[in-house]
């Protein structure tokens, strides 16, 4: 991916100053940084740990609120990383996560003048000419981009099929301020990466190098348009699912032209209810398609968040379906690797059969352990949690008393805690997608169980992986087969050349064996004749100087063999 072509609207006041921008980020990180090392690293150490332990709650809250002020005020991919921490459930205590979970795109619009001059830049032509209306007030203003409604020209319309569309433009300067926000990031992770407890469980590099390139993709719209239609293929004969179409006339890496899809926003519940809509069955839909594309497809939407999901009322009786769910932003996608894939299948098929053994293998399969982990102990918790937990939904689990929750801390924690679990690469945008997934279902229906979307997918799965099992069998059956019908004549030529003395018998790991002995042998004797020349021409010396002197110089000869590299290829 190259980069974006810079305008003359790049030099926009408001950009900021993107030297101070690295340096805040930096100081914030180190002065964070610090203060962890002193209450979780030093304290404990000098027998103070209960002071830490009290005072931890309110710490974790108080950088939640100021990263929160922070990631507010600079925007850029400072709002992007508030979101990733504030869906790690499994990893940040929760008085992060709370803080964090209401951080969208807090950024005040661009001015119009502004985003007029960069749209004209980039399309090579006024506005006026290419549209025929664009709404000055934006339809959404994001930390990366900014959205405007606008109409096409009638040519246009006719050609395309579409006349509303959306006018998608980036914020100008922007990636200025991604390169700052990147560089103070990586400087960040080359600390982490120096904290043991951290190193242990990730590659910040890697993942800073992952999320760099998740992030520069986003900003490059040819790049999300290439995006959008493959995942509309994905889809094209899936009635579920809906994507906006792209004029690709009015499309360049800076702005995106695209059909105006704007429907009920899938977590406005008293609007769907309004437009006969259930949300409790719009739950478990949106489940499914979420699953389709990241266990079946392995392309998958990374950015499922509300502001980017529409539920589309299809309107006539005969419909197949009622409604359907419509996707937009297209920036942030994530592919699963077929090794993954197959691991995450493996995962969910395990997750509801309640078979923890099964369930620690798919998460070694995925990467999520190190190969060296020993896993008894994970097997047994994975166990122990599915007869207490399993099969509950999340309104389930808020109410079961929190003392089981801590007498299953108390009997597994510690051998959760010393696993040597890492995060793998091409993995962030997993986590992220599946945590907004249950999300938006649990916003849709209260009383959402995720188990109850994930059991019916998870035998689907099944089926096909004992249908490929068995086409793999009678694969393996008929080549044996064959072999089995060859192996009478092969035999006969076997025989004949063994009869005529014309076989040829090859053993390469011998072959190799027997020429390092040579060698061995080889070095011996050098050293042999090197030492009996160099007694001999010694001895020899004392009572005949010059016969002494050559056989001395000619014990080199051995010598230098001995010594000569080639010797031992």
């Given at each position: ?140 203003a994001a930390s990366l981009g ?50 043991r407890l951290v190193s242990e ?77 259930d949300p409790v069955k719009v ?287």
């Amino acid at each position: 991916m190259g980069p974006a072509r810079r305008g003359r609207a790049d030099a926009v006041p408001g950009a900021g100053d993107t030297r101070a921008r690295y340096r805040r980020i930096l100081r914030f990180a180190a002065w964070h940084l610090a203060v962890i090392w002193w209450f979780e690293l030093l304290l404990p150490r000098l027998g103070l740990g209960r002071v830490a332990e009290r005072s931890r709650a309110r710490r974790m809250r108080r950088f939640a609120q100021r990263f929160h002020v922070l990631a507010a005020e600079l925007g850029g991919l400072m709002i992007k990383v508030g979101q990733f921490m504030s869906s790690r459930l499994d990893v940040l205590p929760p008085e992060i996560t709370a803080e964090l979970e209401g951080l969208q795109d807090e950024v005040p619009p661009v001015p119009f003048p502004a985003i007029r001059a960069l749209a004209e830049a980039e399309l090579g032509a006024p506005l006026e000419a290419l549209f025929a209306s664009v709404e000055e007030t934006p339809v959404a203003a994001a930390s990366l981009g900014q959205a405007h409604r606008a109409q096409l020209l009638p040519g246009d319309a006719a050609d395309t099929g579409l006349q509303s569309v959306v006018l998608k433009v980036q914020r100008p300067g922007i990636s200025a301020i991604v390169d700052a926000d990147l560089a103070a990031l990586r400087k960040v992770g080359g600390w982490l990466s120096h904290v043991r407890l951290v190193s242990e469980r990730a590659d910040m590099p890697a993942l800073v190098k992952e999320f760099a390139q998740t992030s520069l993709e986003e900003i490059d719209y040819l790049n999300e348009a290439a995006y959008l239609e493959r995942f509309a293929v994905d889809f094209a004969d899936d009635g579920r699912v809906e994507v906006p179409g792209i004029v690709w006339e009015r499309t360049t890496r800076r702005v995106l032209t695209l059909e105006d899809v704007t429907a009920i926003k899938i977590t406005d519940v008293d609007a769907l209810r309004a437009a006969g809509i259930d949300p409790v069955k719009v739950a478990p839909v949106f489940a499914a398609v979420m699953f389709d594309q990241l266990f079946t497809n392995g392309f998958f939407h990374a950015d499922p968040h509300p502001g980017n999901m529409f539920i589309t009322p299809v309107p006539g009786p005969d419909a197949e379906h009622p409604w359907q769910l419509t996707f937009i932003d297209f920036g942030m996608m994530g592919a699963v690797p077929p090794q993954t894939r197959s691991g995450l299948r493996k995962l969910l098929i395990a997750a509801a059969a309640r078979d923890g053994k099964g369930l620690v293998a798919a998460i070694a399969e995925v990467g999520v352990l190190v190969p060296s982990a020993d896993t008894a102990g994970l097997e047994r918790a994975m166990t122990g949690l599915f007869a207490r937990f399993g099969g509950m939904g999340f309104a389930e689990l808020r109410e079961v008393d929190q003392r089981e929750f801590r007498d299953f801390g108390v009997e597994f924690g510690e051998t959760v805690r010393s696993l040597p679990f890492q995060l793998p690469e091409n993995f962030l945008l997993v986590i992220r997608a599946m945590s907004l997934t249950s999300g938006v279902c649990s916003s849709l229906d209260p009383r959402f169980n995720l188990w109850d979307s994930v059991e019916p997918y998870a035998a689907r799965l099944l089926r096909e992986e004992r249908g490929n099992i068995a086409r793999d069998a009678a694969a393996q059956a008929l080549d044996a087969a064959g072999t089995a019908l060859r192996l009478p004549k092969r035999l006969d030529g076997l025989l004949t050349r063994i009869d005529d003395g014309s076989l040829a018998v090859s053993n390469p790991r011998l072959e190799r064996q027997l020429a390092r002995l040579t060698r061995v042998a080889q070095g011996v004797a050098s050293a042999v004749v090197f030492g009996a020349l160099l007694i001999a021409g010694s001895v020899v010396r004392a009572g005949d100087t010059v016969l002494g002197s050559v056989l001395m110089v000619a014990s080199a000869v051995p010598l230098l063999y001995l010594l000569w590299p080639g010797r031992r290829r």
